[in-house]
């Protein structure tokens, strides 16, 4: 198979012009395995990975602005992202191995789509923008609007995702990302829980909670946020907060697990942020 290596954004659009079938790629763990699978492969792949523009992390009066090329390890080791998205940092730190972080990429994780991807739910929480690129101009769409489901993105022909704009988010003082898989290490999520809450005096006084892996896309439920907005973070509080969590989760059932067992976590996941 032939790759091809751009190095700026005009001979991307350039070979795209010229051969609209081929098919760009970032880190390609997702990619190549789902190749694979299918048994199909497009005629090239055009890596981004020296695509300057794809490759930096900066802070900006709107939020932090991430290249969709940053590797997962190199946001991993940013001191912006450590100390202004500490629920996207354990997010990512729980995400595959060293090995895959080292090739993944944060726009590579949202294009995949899947519901059971690591980042999204914290990427849902903290109000993330996508900014696409074509040689037509850029634009720029929520995050939850660019996913439509799995595998389903509103990214059109000769278009890739180019950056992900995140607003600032330091109002809330509680971070909390967890996931549940078959093992410890190495495991896809058959749910997770990402929750930003600000609270003052002990009590609640903002809560943003999303669930992975427990829909067709990331599961956000306005009802258990209310459930603990104005209230401490008791077991009694959180128990009611929880059935209504799994009132709004749909699962399904795989190899990985049910969906009762789904439903059942996703609200117990919530018992995790008693004090």
Request: net charge positive; proline share 5%.
């Amino acid at each position: 198979m032939i790759t091809l290596l751009p190095e700026t954004l005009e001979d991307l659009w350039e070979i795209f012009h010229h051969q609209p079938d081929y098919k760009p790629m970032a880190g390609g763990t997702d990619l190549l395995v789902r190749m694979g699978v299918d048994k199909k492969q497009p005629p090239a792949l055009v890596c981004l990975e020296k695509i300057h523009d794809l490759k930096t992390i900066k802070k900006t009066r709107d939020g932090i602005r991430i290249g969709s090329g940053v590797t997962l390890t190199e946001l991993l080791k940013n001191d912006l992202i450590q100390e202004n998205l500490p629920i996207l940092h354990t997010a990512i730190s729980t995400l595959g191995s060293p090995l895959i972080r080292n090739m993944g990429t944060l726009g590579g994780n949202i294009c995949t789509a899947s519901p059971a991807g690591d980042t999204l739910p914290a990427l849902y929480l903290l109000g993330a923008r996508v900014t696409l690129y074509s040689d037509r101009g850029n634009r720029i769409l929520p995050l939850d609007e660019f996913i439509q489901g799995p595998g389903r993105t509103l990214l059109a022909d000769k278009e890739i995702l180019g950056s992900i704009l995140i607003p600032p988010g330091d109002r809330f003082n509680v971070h909390h990302f967890e996931k549940v898989g078959q093992r410890k290490a190495l495991a896809i999520a058959v749910v997770s829980l990402a929750a930003l809450l600000k609270v003052h005096g002990g009590v609640v006084e903002e809560a943003r909670l999303a669930w992975g892996s427990v829909g067709p896309t990331i599961v956000r439920s306005r009802e258990a946020e209310k459930a603990l907005e104005g209230r401490k973070l008791t077991l009694t509080t959180l128990n009611h907060a929880a059935d209504l969590a799994r009132s709004a989760v749909s699962p399904i059932s795989d190899v990985r697990a049910s969906a009762d067992y789904r439903r059942r976590v996703a609200g117990n996941l919530l018992l995790r942020l008693a004090v």
